[in-house]
């Protein structure tokens, strides 16, 4: 079965030169699923010949020893799709150059377990990367009212602040996801389902290039979900650092990679920002919490941090299951993607109404997660 999906995956993800978009994409979709499914078996061997196994503690879901480099396969399934179907431009390959560090650092990883200060530190080098590619959230001056300080020194404060916001999106997004990293096929699914909906969003705006990025990204996902979202039985492969970092690296990388409105920088910026909700809600909330618990006092401690404390966690303690809890997840996602798509030809009062939506529902998650935390507390 492995081996057919080889085959046809390597046949898909051959150039078919005159074929229509809709075919393409459906093309280069069903490719990176089926590579990635090719490649488990191999991967998983070679975890456990390297020793890249996860073992069951108190602070995790599963029972038994899981190898935790899937995330191979979900690299050199997208990246063997990439090659051989995309002209890549300069920002292209400063996205690939800079994901292939990421996750070779992050292979690195579950191998030898590295002190999460120097994947800081490569996660930085790996935004220069990108920037050196020219990959930047650019803002209008007049939009944002970002005035042009500094003229002294030869620097405007707008650019100045578009290269940080831009490593503080990247770096955030990637580790906010690799956060979510917590039960079996959560990971893997919100990746599709992100990438699916910004491939929406990418039709929306008449990106094509961008939507065959996002459905072969997807479709790498997707292709790991047949090993790990087993829920009657045990995972046989987790994605391990080198497959969430490496996702959401990607996935942070395509938000900044296309135009997502024509009409202002308002709907450009809030349309990605809905679709990625989830983690970003998921992250400022730890944080929030860690802190203030003292358990949290630099950003090498927030990386490394790992605790029962997310949204797939807290769920879980109100009495879903884990299928049950994937699945919460990804309608939220797809309810709050949906709301993007809306928001691109919304008026910018419109906007801004659904943004306050937004915001009013995952208040109402806050209280839920404190909720179910001190439900825990009362049980012990």
């Keep these: 079965m492995r081996i057919l999906a080889l085959l046809v ?93 990421v996750a070779l650092v992050s292979l690195w990883d579950d191998v030898k377990s590295l002190p999460a200060s120097f994947k800081l530190l490569v996660q930085i080098v790996a935004v220069a990367i990108l920037l050196w590619g020219g990959l930047l959230l650019e803002f209008d001056n007049h939009d944002w009212m970002i005035a042009r300080l500094g003229d002294e020194w030869g620097i405007s404060v707008d650019i100045v602040f578009e290269y940080l916001l831009t490593a503080f999106w990247i770096i955030g997004i990637t580790n906010a996801f690799n956060f979510l990293d917590g039960i079996n096929g959560l990971a893997a699914a919100l990746a599709a389902t992100i990438c699916l909906l910004m491939g929406m969003l990418a039709a929306a705006t008449g990106q094509l290039f961008m939507l065959l990025l996002c459905v072969a990204v997807a479709g790498a996902a997707l292709g790991f979900l047949p090993d790990n979202a087993r829920y009657e039985r045990p995972a046989r492969s987790f ?4 497959g ?79 299928a049950k809890t994937v699945l919460a997840i990804v309608a ?45 507390e009362r049980s012990g």
């Design 239 to 242: 994605l391990g650092d080198s």
């Design 244 to 322: 969430s970092t490496y996702l959401g690296w990607m996935m942070a990388c395509i938000a900044v990679l296309g135009d997502w409105s024509d009409h202002s920088a308002l709907q450009a910026y809030a349309a990605p920002l809905l679709i990625f909700s989830v983690p970003i809600f998921d992250m400022i909330y730890t944080t929030v919490a860690r802190i203030a618990r003292g358990d949290v006092r630099n950003m090498g401690e927030w990386i490394a941090y790992v605790g029962r404390d997310h949204l797939h966690h807290r769920l879980m303690y109100l009495g879903l299951s884990q």
């Design 9 to 101: 995956g390597g046949l898909m993800s051959l150039p078919w030169p005159g074929i229509g978009l809709m075919l393409l994409g459906a093309k280069l979709l069903l490719a990176s699923i089926l590579l990635t499914y090719a490649f488990m078996p191999a991967v998983i061997r070679m975890a456990r010949i390297m020793g890249a196994v996860d073992m069951p503690d108190e602070r995790r879901v599963h029972q038994q020893p899981t190898p935790r480099i899937g995330g191979l396969a979900v690299f050199l399934s997208v990246n063997i799709t990439l090659l051989l179907n995309f002209n890549y431009s300069v920002e292209l390959k400063a996205v690939c150059i800079s994901g292939a560090l």
């Design 332 to 376: 939220i996602t797809l309810i709050s993607g949906l709301a993007a798509l809306v928001i691109v030809d919304a008026s910018v009062l419109s906007t801004w109404f659904l943004l306050m939506q937004v915001v009013v529902v995952y208040a109402v998650f806050s209280f839920i997660m404190i909720f179910a935390a001190k439900r825990v």
